[in-house]
């Protein structure tokens, strides 16, 4: 599941926590996921590009 920030902003609406508590999580979570790696498209270029490099050496 992936939690936005939306998310945190509709529990405080409903009165499920409070906006303190909210702003605290969003912001412990944005520190604990950026370190996290990331496979976007412009990994997959690469790679793709890396591949035909690959298959373009054994296949010439």
Known sequence: MK???EDLDWAV???LI???LAEQLWQA???R???V??????????????LIVIFGI???
């Open 3 to 5: 939690i936005e920030r």
């Open 13 to 15: 609406k409903e009165d």
């Open 18 to 20: 409070d906006a303190n």
């Open 29 to 31: 979570w944005l520190v």
């Open 33 to 35: 996921k950026q370190h």
């Open 37 to 50: 790696p990331k496979f976007d498209f412009a990994n997959v270029a690469y790679y793709f590009g890396a």
């Open 58 to 60: 054994f296949f010439s």
